[in-house]
């Protein structure tokens, strides 16, 4: 069975974008095409790897692939620790601020033609990454052909039981159409979706928790993952 997979989008290129990351926090949203926002955690994708982060990052095998690696906290954080990381991104600036504290990253869609594929230890989906492309089951299949026969994939879910698939744009300003870039396809998945989608292409989920990124943050706080392993027969992902 194989599974077509959607084009990469540019539109993290984005000014607001860039700029938020050269300023090290927002604001900053994902504005679907009905106004609603989500606010984008810049400061924290800027500071470095917190004890959540750290938490998924513990349980890594091998080598590691961060998917929209961002400002590179994760891809620095592995470094330092002496884990081979490679970080990728679309977005120029990510991937410049990623490269500049010393760790290594590439301006790459997660569905173009990528290093080493089919031989990373782990890959990791975090910060709402679930969403790239906005077809999750897609994004699975993908990420199952990047990883080696029983690698390992951790994943940051919503923590509410959601499933969409949606039209955003990146916005500085929530009230400023023209500070608003392209609209590009996301998706927003909570655990359960996740795991349905996960079963599809190939991947068996082994561990799930919860995690605060600072002692003594509020429990509503907590982020939720699920570490998935890979199962040793995949559907084929292709391009459409």
Do not use: K
């Not at 590691?64 to 994760?74: A, F, Q, S, T, W």
């Not at 760790?103 to 975090?126: H, N, Q, Y």
């Amino acid at each position: 069975m194989s599974t077509t997979v959607p084009a990469a989008p540019p539109h993290w290129g984005a000014d607001a974008y860039a700029e938020a990351l050269h300023r090290g926090h927002g604001p900053l949203y994902l504005r679907r095409t009905d106004g609603w926002l989500l606010p984008l955690d810049v400061e924290r994708w800027c500071a470095p790897a917190d004890a959540a982060d750290l938490a998924a990052l513990r349980r890594c095998e091998g080598s590691v692939l961060d998917i929209g690696c961002g400002p590179g906290r994760l891809v620095a954080a592995l470094t330092s620790r002496g884990r081979r990381v490679l970080g990728i991104d679309v977005s120029p600036a990510a991937v410049a601020r990623t490269t500049a504290s010393r760790g290594a990253a590439l301006r790459r869609s997660v569905f173009d033609a990528l290093p080493e594929e089919g031989s990373w230890g782990t890959a990791l989906l975090l910060d709402g990454n679930i969403g790239i492309g906005g077809d999750p089951r897609a994004l699975l299949a993908r990420t199952a052909a990047l990883v080696h026969r029983t690698g390992l994939l951790i994943v940051e879910t919503v923590p509410a039981d959601v499933d969409e698939r949606v039209r955003v744009s990146v916005a500085g300003d929530p009230y400023a159409d023209h500070h608003t870039g392209d609209p590009f396809p996301w998706a927003r998945v909570g655990t359960p979706a996740l795991l349905r989608y996960a079963d599809a292409a190939g991947w068996t989920p082994v561990e799930r928790w919860t995690a605060t990124g600072r002692t003594g943050q509020s429990p509503s706080a907590a982020r939720c993952f699920v570490a998935l392993r890979r199962r040793r027969s995949v559907p084929t992902a292709r391009r459409g």
